[in-house]
C-alpha cells in the first residue's frame, strides 16, 4: 500500500507554545488529507479535511485558528497546535487518499504523533 | 444520524476464530473499511467492501450486506498478535469515513 509519513512522532512541549505536525504522502500525490485526534480508549474523531490549495475545512467544534492546517503541495500538509495547553495533549493522526490509485476511496493513515503537553 | 455499533471487548483463544460484527448507520454509503489498531499506533488497513458478499484475504476475511447496514471481520488461526483493536469504519455519501470505537480483541494463550 501507500505509505504516509507523519513526523514527529512524539512531542512534549510547554503550555503556551506552539507545535508543527508534518503529513507527507511519499509514493502518492494526495488531494485531500484528514487530520484527526483520538483519545485514549476513544474513536478517532476527524478535526479537519485539508485540501491542496485551498481552506481547510474543519468539522463542528474544532477551532480553526488554534488548530491550523496548510496543504501545500499534493503531498505535503501540516497541522501546527497553536498556544497548546494540556488539554490539547492527545493522538493526531493524518490519513491521505491516493487519487491515483486503483480504489480512489482508501485512505493510507500516518504513524501518528503523541503530544504531551506540560 | 450516523451510527456504528459494534461489541466494546472480545476474547478469544490463540488458534481459535472469532467474528466481529459491526452495524451501521449512514447517510449513504460508498463502501465499508476493516482497521486494525494497536495501542499507542494508527490504525492499519485490513479490508475494503463496496459490494454485498465475502472478501477473504488470507487468515482475514470481511462480509458485508448493504440492505441490513452489516458487516462482519472473521479473524482465522488466531496470533497473539491479533491483540489489538478493530474498527469498521463506513463511507458516507461525502465520502468520509464515519468511525466507532471499536472492539478491542483480547487474545489469550
Known amino acids: 500500500g501507500a505509505v504516509v509519513s507523519q513526523h514527529p512522532s512524539w512531542v512534549i512541549c510547554k503550555s503556551g507554545t506552539s507545535v508543527k505536525i508534518e503529513c507527507r504522502s511519499l509514493d502518492f500525490q494526495a488531494t485531500t488529507m484528514f487530520w484527526y485526534r483520538q483519545f485514549p480508549k476513544q474513536s478517532l474523531m476527524l478535526m479537519a479535511t485539508?485540501?491542496?490549495?485551498?481552506?481547510?475545512?474543519?468539522e463542528q467544534g474544532v477551532e480553526k485558528d488554534k488548530f491550523l492546517i496548510n496543504h501545500a503541495s499534493l503531498t505535503l500538509s501540516t497541522l501546527t497546535v497553536t498556544s497548546a495547553h494540556p488539554e490539547d495533549s492527545s493522538f493526531y493522526i493524518c490519513?491521505?487518499?491516493?487519487?491515483?490509485?486503483?480504489?480512489?476511496?482508501?485512505?493510507?493513515f500516518g504513524q501518528g504523533t503523541r503530544l504531551t503537553v506540560v | 444520524g450516523q451510527n456504528i455499533d459494534q461489541p466494546t471487548e472480545m476474547t478469544a483463544t490463540e488458534g481459535a476464530i472469532v467474528q466481529i460484527n459491526c452495524t451501521y448507520q449512514?447517510?449513504?454509503?460508498?463502501?465499508l473499511f476493516w482497521y486494525q489498531q494497536h495501542a499507542g499506533e494508527a490504525p492499519t488497513f485490513l479490508s475494503y467492501n463496496v459490494l454485498d458478499g465475502l472478501e477473504e484475504k488470507g487468515r482475514f476475511s470481511s462480509f458485508l450486506s448493504r440492505s441490513k447496514g452489516y458487516s462482519y471481520l472473521l479473524l482465522k488461526e488466531l496470533q497473539m498478535k491479533d491483540s489489538a483493536s478493530y474498527l469498521c469504519?463506513?463511507?458516507?455519501?461525502?465520502?468520509?469515513?464515519?468511525w466507532g470505537a471499536g472492539t478491542k480483541l483480547i487474545i489469550k494463550p
Open positions: 485539508s485540501n491542496e490549495g485551498s481552506k481547510a475545512t474543519y
Open positions: 490519513s491521505a487518499r491516493d487519487i491515483g490509485g486503483s480504489d480512489a476511496t482508501e485512505a493510507f
Open positions: 469504519a463506513p463511507l458516507d455519501s461525502n465520502y468520509q469515513l464515519i
Open positions: 449512514t447517510s449513504g454509503f460508498n463502501g
